[in-house]
């Protein structure tokens, strides 16, 4: 069982500390705008400081229990994953079901030189597949090994 890159954990943090600026915003401006309001529900800095402490923990945390949870395999016919803390999700992806594969990086991975492996299968309901954080070389090299097997499997193949 092959493990994640250790640099995905900063590109889950940096985008959770987006994801908890983005909630904090709103939360500093309802303080705000409520700071001499007597009426208001919530004595000023609760929502802000909640938000503030729950992103803490989601940046902090939990990227490192994230990729303790992660974990792939490619194995002669199928492709293995492994993730979720919470609920622990085993998927099995038949080689052979595999209609595409792609590389993707997003601006943040790009500066990690870190890539996602996306696995396009012929099933309908999540049909895809993702491996996040993995070395652009790696998941290329990756994405390569499976085009080859899709075009040598015979079965893969159109009866002419």
């Known amino acids: 069982m092959h493990s994640l890159d250790a640099s995905v954990r900063n590109i889950w943090?940096?985008?959770g500390a987006g994801l908890t600026l983005l909630l904090?915003?709103?939360s500093l401006f309802y303080d705000l705008t409520h700071l001499f309001d007597p009426g208001s529900w919530l004595p000023f800095g609760v929502l802000s400081g909640?938000?503030?402490?729950l992103g803490l923990i989601y940046c902090l945390a939990w990227p490192r229990l994230r990729y303790r949870a992660w974990g792939f395999a490619l194995r002669p016919e199928e492709l293995y994953t492994e993730h979720g803390v919470l609920n622990h999700i085993?998927?099995?992806?038949?080689l052979r079901r595999i209609q595409h594969v792609d590389v993707s990086q997003d601006l943040i991975e790009r500066e990690f030189a870190l890539g996602r492996l996306?696995?396009?299968?012929?099933?309908?309901r999540s049909s895809d597949v993702v491996v996040p954080g993995l070395p652009l070389g790696?998941?290329?090299?990756?994405?390569?090994?499976?085009?080859?097997?899709?075009?040598?499997?015979?079965?893969t193949e159109?009866?002419?």
């Open 118 to 124: 996306v696995v396009h299968t012929a099933g309908s």
């Open 90 to 94: 085993r998927t099995v992806v038949p």
């Open 13 to 15: 943090r940096i985008k």
């Open 158 to 160: 159109d009866p002419v």
């Open 138 to 155: 790696e998941a290329e090299r990756i994405r390569d090994e499976v085009k080859r097997f899709i075009l040598e499997d015979p079965l």
């Open 50 to 53: 909640t938000v503030l402490v």
């Open 24 to 26: 904090l915003l709103p």
